[in-house]
């Protein structure tokens, strides 16, 4: 690769700088602060990226640019970079056409040289020269002795480094945290529970502890045995001494006892309980007997106590039946005189309707009024319609009679004015037409006058005045004759004046208007007239049917009892008040006869209490006041009868037991005498005393037997018996005994206790050792054992592959060192021999160390500590000369970019050394920056800096 | 008369697994910590199944060093569910389990019989009071048995059938103690009829007849050295009194070392699955738990991705966690990276460079073991293996010239990985 164009946009001090190297040698000339060391920075922030914030575009621009270069296999290439603070920036590689090739070509193009090795092999300044510690990076180094080994950029060291780190991670002589380390030690702590849970010693041992304990639990039950042996003993002698003691005490109450009185044996056993019972039986009826005379005492005195009235008694059938009718009699007296209030009611009631019919009318005609419903309905059905419409005919002739006359009045008026003289006419035209009856006629009025005089009438009857009834009746009956009478006079007087006319002849058969007119209203006269008749014909018949039906009414009011010449209203009325009047009559007698009814049942059920009362010698004015006072007697005599009744049983019972007793009182002084001479005694007390004495020895008998059967069941009998009693003779104190039993006692308690811990320990074992028969964990333990152990042989087959290839690789570097020289150092001796003119032959550096020593042509070896500062540039310089070489020929060349590096070189070895320059960029671009106008350089082209410097 | 029997041995109850991590799941601790209980069931289910008419017990029954309780009991349980039968059975004590070592008070059954160590004694096996074969016999009374006790069998000479039960090494194999040491004209020399022999637990014949001498193998494989079939042998003996032992598997669970190539693999995932399908494929074929030991092999593209850091064992974890996770299972217990990289050895030992020169060492190396020149490499291990911890645990790993050299070629590998430019 080489640069053809370095272009600055803004770099340091640098703005739009741009420059085009020579493919050789390029001189690049300026002053200090020209900004030599800037396009040092520059060249490698293009290839490389930025350093942090170093040089930032001071002068503007954007900070950043381009390299244009040539890469080897004839491509331009254009490597763009911009950024403002550190790292890649912003990266570009475009080719001549301005298309992106994308930022991996980079370092393709840069043969996989990283910046730390362009720096300093590649581009270096006289501070990075003078520092051996450039050259002795790993990655450097690597490239100094890899290149004549055939590792590459592979370090031998690394390698050896790594390796051993491995190792060690593995397994350290002294160590704890490698793995095989960790492994030995969790293999140690293994073992070591392997060994605790070894069975054979856990078997054994669980096994001889489970027999100690077997052996000790045999000892403990025959001491067991002992202390039950023993307690038995003490238990036997605690429970026998209240008997021993009893048997010493009952044998000397024997000894001490007096000779037995009667023949104990002799007298029946159940003698002393048959002489209490006959004792008592005897002491009971002596009691009672005392008891039932107290009693008798007081029911005589109770019977002989109470008076009874006999009489009374006698007759208390009667007197109960005489009291039970008690209170209807006493309601029989309350209801005669209301009875009596109300027959006088109803009579006066009577006679009150009787006067409103009318003087005359007592209760035999009152009786003979039918007030039937047939009566009242023919009143208001029939004879209504019948009167009625003879009325109407009567009525309506008249009023036609009338009309027709007003018309003839016309006619003849009419007439009369055409003709003053008219020719004679049947009747005479001034002269009203006759009528049967005047509209007041007789009819009329009696019917008018009529309903006058019955309203008089009925408001007297209202006002309760039975002769102002009567009085009204009589005046409408007058007025009613009357009325017929005047009806019968008007009507023959009309049908006489309205007979009809025949008109003249003449009058119609004449041509004279006048006569005409007047024809024509004599004709009209004549109508009228002939009408005037045939109305007055009418309303005669009318009137005959009138007068009819007025006879038949009059026949209807006398056949039923009433007074004649009623109209049909007051004929109803007073139907209706004889109702009323024969209801009151009925209720007066109905009354009468209650009256009469309870009397007579009163005055029976007086007399009957009189002569009851009689009989018993009472005499009351009031018979029933009377019989109040038996019932308060008789309640009374019935009471003492009973108390005298009850007195007089009990009396009987009481004698009863009384008797009773007796026999029972000598029934047990007989038992009791045969007692006493059963037992031989004279009375009670002697026998019981002998009985008792002869009991007392029977008594001690029995406790001297019940005293020795309790030992002989705690011993045994016989020997054993002689021996148990042999051994409670010895017993001063029983509370020995009981302290004795207390030890034993608690002895055992405590060899219980030995036996139960015994036992559970026993069981213990036996778990334990069932336990180890089928534990798994010995089992897992070898196991976990076994895989650390597996992983151990692993870990020690990869330490040992580990560590074998590191000691032979060491030991190949070792012999590499000696039989090979890498190149680049034979290089580097050969540039610095003939910089120095042969006085140094041979550089010193191990494989993959730095650079020890230099040895003289007198084979002096000089440390480089001893060096001059200019012999020790040049070794360095000679050095990158060697790598830049080497690189050349591995891949492809790199341009060189150096600054300023001879400075420090005597004139001698700088003319040299830039005759070596000159070689190198035969092969290599070089760009060689100075200061120095006189630098000893032939270069193909040469640039000038401008100075940057202000002012 | 034929008859039938079982000859098994080396049964070593209740040992642990070797070669399994701390990473086993429960269920797969569980399973292998009772391996060889349930192994010992099997055989007992096996000779009750095939009505046998006794079972030879040919030593190491138990192991001094992990004698439990627990295997006692489960012995004495089986014994019993024989006896319960009417099945004897005969039994000899070997070099784990001597009659001087401990023992529970675990009563066996009357059919049961432990032959003495004092000399070698008999007992008939009867069928209905009928002598089918006599059994001649002999245990261990210390571990340390030195002496031929083969050459001590002897025929009674009116028995029907003979047959030695020993625990012995015949011929001196190795990886084996020698006890009992004798020849196989030792054994043609007592008369014996079948010789059912314990003590190396890989099986079979030595010889098929006149006598048949047979190592029944141990019946449950306990570490990564015992791979492949365990079990016992079903014996049949005809008429003529010709013995045709048939092998039996009766273990459990079963050690598999399964080789996977990685030169086809592309891809670690194409390796993952590639090692699943071979780990379940081995349980389809042992037809119970397996306990899988993977060998990566061969060269291939993924090798170099092998040796990364932490790759392996991400690979190993993936494994675990998708494969072999039913019943039976498939415990993959390790995958070993023994692949190589592509690149000519032979070529690049020529070269001038590191690597040559580091391949060269090697091959220097590999020379002098040759020539039985150890000290070199054990110098450089002697860290680790006299570092007296270290030794006792790892007591198990001899560190001959074979195991020398395998850790040479792994090292080289590891130098050549990190050398290698081809990365």
């Known amino acids: 690769m080489r640069i053809d164009e370095i272009a600055v946009d803004g770099f340091g001090l640098l703005r739009d700088r741009r420059l085009a190297p020579a493919p050789g040698l390029t001189l690049i000339r300026g002053a200090n602060e020209a900004g030599k060391s800037t396009l040092l920075a520059f060249v490698r922030s293009i290839l490389f990226g930025f350093e942090t914030k170093s040089h930032p575009a001071l002068a503007g621009g954007r900070r950043g640019g381009w390299l244009t270069v040539r890469t080897g296999d004839d491509r331009t290439v254009r490597i763009e970079r911009y950024g403002q603070t550190g790292g890649n920036g912003q990266l570009r590689l475009l080719d001549e056409e301005g298309d992106d090739l994308g930022p991996d070509l980079l370092p393709r193009i840069l043969q996989g040289v990283e910046r730390n090795v362009y720096n300093n092999v590649f581009a270096f300044g006289l501070a990075e020269l003078a520092q051996i510690s450039n050259l002795s990076t790993a990655d450097i180094a690597a490239r100094i002795y890899g290149a004549g080994m055939g590792t590459g950029a592979t370090s031998v060291v690394e390698i050896e480094n790594r390796l051993e780190k491995a190792r060690s991670e593995l397994f350290a002589k002294q160590g704890r945290n490698p793995r095989m380390n960790v492994l030995l030690a969790e293999i140690d702590a293994l073992n070591a529970q392997i060994d605790g849970l070894d069975p054979p010693a856990i078997f054994r041992a669980a096994g001889g502890r489970r027999e100690l304990l077997q052996v000790e639990l045999t000892g403990l039950s025959v001491e067991a045995e002992a202390i039950a042996i023993e307690r038995h003993r003490l238990e036997r002698l605690r429970d026998g001494w209240p008997s021993w003691v009893a048997l010493g005490a009952a044998r000397t109450a024997l000894a001490e006892l007096p000779p037995a009185p009667v023949d104990a044996d002799a007298i029946p056993g159940d003698i002393l309980e048959r002489l209490a019972l006959a004792e008592r039986d005897l002491v009971a009826a002596t009691n009672r007997a005392a008891e039932l005379g107290r009693e008798q005492a007081r029911a005589v005195g109770e019977r002989d106590g109470v008076v009874v009235e006999t009489a009374l008694l006698a007759g208390h059938h009667e007197a109960e039946a005489l009291l039970a009718a008690l209170p209807e009699a006493r309601a029989d007296r309350t209801r005669l005189i209301e009875l009596e209030h109300d027959r006088m009611d109803r009579a006066t009631a009577l006679a009150d309707a009787l006067r409103r019919l009318g003087p005359g009318w007592d209760e035999a005609r009152l009786l003979t009024v039918d007030d039937s419903l047939a009566a009242q309905g023919a009143i208001g059905g029939p004879f209504r319609v019948s009167l009625e419409a003879a009325e109407r005919d009567l009525e309506a002739s008249r009023a036609q009679i009338a009309a027709v006359e007003l018309n003839l009045a016309d006619a003849r008026a009419d007439l009369a004015a055409i003709d003053p003289a008219p020719p004679a006419s049947p009747a005479t035209p001034a002269e009203p037409v006759r009528r049967p009856g005047p509209p007041d006629g007789p009819i009329a009025r009696a019917a008018l006058l009529s309903p006058t005089w019955l309203g008089a009438g009925l408001a007297l009857a209202a006002a309760g005045f039975g002769g102002a009834l009567l009085l009204g009746l009589t005046l409408a009956q007058a007025a009613f004759v009357g009325l017929l009478l005047g009806a019968a006079t008007a009507i023959a007087g009309s049908v006489a004046s309205h007979a009809p006319e025949r008109p003249p002849a003449g009058l119609i058969q004449g041509s004279d208007p006048l006569a005409t007119r007047r024809d024509e209203r004599l004709g009209r006269v004549r109508l009228f007239e002939e009408r005037a008749r045939t109305a007055g014909e009418r309303e005669q018949a009318a009137g005959q049917a009138l007068e009819r039906a007025q006879g038949e009414w009059a026949t209807w009011l006398s056949a039923h009892g009433l007074p004649a010449g009623l109209d049909r209203a007051t004929a109803a009325r007073m139907l209706d008040s004889a109702t009323a009047a024969r209801a009151s009559l009925a209720a007066l007698h109905g009354i009468q006869g209650r009256r009469d009814a309870i009397g007579t049942r009163l005055t029976s059920f007086e007399s009957r209490a009189t002569a009851f009362l009689a009989g018993l010698g009472r005499v009351a004015d009031d018979p029933l006041a009377g019989l109040e006072a038996v019932r308060r007697d008789l309640a009374n005599a019935l009471d003492a009868a009973g108390t005298q009744q009850r007195a007089s049983q009990d009396l009987e019972r009481v004698e009863a037991a009384l008797a009773a007793t007796g026999a029972s009182h000598q029934d047990a002084t007989t038992r009791l005498a045969a007692i006493l001479a059963e037992g031989h005694s004279a009375d009670s007390a002697s026998l019981r005393g002998a009985i008792a004495e002869a009991n007392r020895r029977t008594d001690v008998a029995r406790e001297i037997q019940a005293a020795r059967g309790t030992l002989v069941a705690l011993s045994g009998p016989a020997d054993a018996l002689v021996a148990f009693e042999t051994d409670l003779a010895t017993i001063a104190d029983i509370s020995d005994v009981e302290a004795g039993l207390a030890s034993v006692a608690e002895r055992n308690r405590e060899l219980e206790a030995r036996r139960a811990a015994t036992l559970e320990q026993l069981g213990a074992e036996g778990r334990a050792i069932a336990e180890i028969e089928n534990s798994a964990a010995a089992a897992e333990l070898r196991q976990q054992r076994a895989e650390r152990l597996t992983e151990m042989a692993v870990l020690a087959e990869s330490w040992s592959v580990t560590t074998i290839a590191l000691g032979l690789l060491r030991r190949t570097r070792s012999r590499y060192e000696r039989e090979h020289r890498p190149d680049v150092l034979k290089e580097a001796e050969t540039l610095l021999a003939a910089w120095t003119d042969g006085r140094y032959v041979r550089i010193h550096a191990p494989l993959g160390k730095q650079i020890q020593e230099l040895e003289r042509r007198d084979g002096v070896h000089v440390p480089l500590a001893g060096l001059s500062t200019g012999t020790a540039e040049q070794l360095y310089l000679a050095m990158r000369f060697g790598l830049v070489e080497h690189f050349g020929r591995e891949a492809e060349s790199l341009p060189l970019v150096m600054d300023d590096i001879l400075v420090n070189f005597d004139p001698l070895r700088a003319e040299r050394a830039a005759r070596s320059i000159e070689d190198l960029a035969t092969r290599h671009q070089v760009l060689y920056f100075t200061c120095h106008p006189g630098t000893p350089l032939a270069a193909a082209a040469t640039i000038e800096l401008p100075d940057l410097s202000p002012g | ?423």
Do not use: K
């Open chain 2, 1 to 423: 008369m034929s008859f039938r029997f079982v000859h098994t041995g080396d049964l070593h109850l209740d040992s642990p697994f070797l070669g399994i991590g701390q990473a086993a799941p429960d269920r797969v601790a569980t399973a292998l910590r009772d391996a060889t209980l349930r192994s010992w069931d099997r055989i007992v289910r096996l000779a009750l199944d095939a009505n046998v008419d006794a079972v030879l017990v040919a030593g190491d029954v138990f192991e001094s060093a992990n004698r439990t309780l627990r295997a006692q009991v489960a012995f004495r349980d089986g014994l019993e569910l024989l006896a319960r039968r009417r099945i004897p059975s005969f039994v000899v004590a070997g070099n784990h389990d001597p009659l001087s070592g401990w023992e529970a008070a675990i009563a066996w059954p009357e059919l049961a019989h432990r032959f003495g160590a004092t000399e070698v004694t008999s007992r008939p096996i009867l069928r209905d009071g009928v002598e089918l074969a006599r059994v001649h016999g002999i245990s261990y009374a210390v571990r340390d048995v030195n002496r031929n006790l083969a050459a001590t069998f002897q025929r009674d000479g009116d028995e029907p059938f003979a047959i030695g039960l020993l625990h012995a090494n015949v011929g001196g194999i190795e990886g084996y103690g020698n006890y009992a040491p004798c020849s196989l004209s030792d054994l043609g020399a007592g008369g014996m009829d079948y010789w059912a022999l314990g003590h190396i637990h890989r099986h079979g014949v030595l010889r098929p007849a006149d006598p048949t001498v047979v190592y029944c193998g141990n019946p449950q494989g306990r570490d990564p050295g015992e791979a492949d079939p365990r079990g016992c042998y079903l014996v049949e003996v005809d008429e003529r009194g010709h013995a045709q032992p048939e092998f039996r598997p009766m273990d459990v669970v079963r050690w598999q070392r399964i080789s996977v190539p990685i030169d086809a693999i592309p891809t670690e995932d194409a390796l993952i699955q590639a090692i699943g399908g071979a780990v379940e494929a081995a349980v389809d074929a042992a037809g119970r738990s397996i306990v899988a030991l993977v060998n990566l092999t061969g060269r291939g593209p993924i090798h170099a991705s092998l040796r990364r850091a932490n790759v392996l064992a991400d690979l190993h974890g993936l494994v675990r966690e998708r494969f072999g996770i039913g019943d039976p299972f498939a415990w993959v217990e390790s995958i070993r990276d023994e692949t190589r990289p592509s690149i000519d050895l032979v070529a690049r030992r020529e070269a001038g460079d590191l690597l040559g020169e580091a391949l060269r060492e090697f091959g220097r190396s590999r020379a002098a073991l040759a020539d039985g020149q150890e000290a070199d490499l054990h110098a450089l291990l002697a860290e680790l293996y006299d570092h007296p911890r270290a030794r006792r645990a790892l007591s198990g790993t001899r560190l001959d010239t074979g195991r020398l050299l395998s850790l040479l070629d792994s090292a080289e590998a590891l130098v050549v990985d990190q050398l290698d430019l081809t990365d």
